[in-house]
């Protein structure tokens, strides 16, 4: 799958909902969003917390990538589900993780239930594909974050901009 990397992206933006201690009205390429933590953990429960959009994005990255995938080879494929769960784990605890390191690491599990039987050979073809969907890869590799402190209109005017209020 090729990547166009010139795609013009605007910023997702997150800022607090005044509801509860946690929850958060997002906005991201016109869609409205609420983000939220559980009940248990302090927050209202209205939305998915932080991980779990973030293995959203997984899920549905890798379901869209193997579908166009499909598409370019005119493949039929069975009806399919993406299922991803996250955890955290001792790096001790991880075969797969990088030598001499003692953190805990993030670990996404990812399940592609078929309705139908697959062969063999498409199965891996799935299992590769899959692998090369662009947010598993962007989770997989290192990642660079600059974080910075902008004057409150730049950030608030453009939120409001992007709900449609002023």
Do not use: W
């Not at 991201?28 to 983000?35: N, P, R, S, T, V």
């Not at 996250?86 to 003692?102: I, K, N, P, Y």
């Amino acid at each position: 799958m090729v990547i166009d990397d010139t795609i013009d992206r605007s910023p997702v933006r997150s800022r607090s909902s005044g509801h509860g201690a946690f929850q958060q009205s997002i906005r991201a390429a016109g869609h409205d969003l609420i983000a939220d933590e559980p009940v248990s953990r302090g927050g209202l429960g209205a939305g998915p917390d932080p991980y779990d959009l973030l293995s959203a994005a997984l899920a549905a990255c890798t379901s869209m990538t193997i579908r166009l995938y499909a598409e370019r080879k005119r493949l039929t494929l069975p009806a399919y589900a993406v299922e991803v769960s996250h955890d955290r784990v001792h790096a001790l605890d991880c075969t797969s993780c990088l030598a001499g390191t003692d953190s805990r690491i993030d670990r996404f599990v990812v399940r592609i239930a078929v309705d139908g039987i697959v062969n063999i050979d498409l199965r891996t073809k799935i299992l590769e594909i899959a692998g090369k969907c662009p947010v598993h890869r962007t989770l997989a590799s290192a990642s660079l974050i600059t974080t910075s402190i902008e004057p409150p209109a730049d950030i608030g005017e453009q939120f409001a901009d992007a709900q449609g209020n002023r």
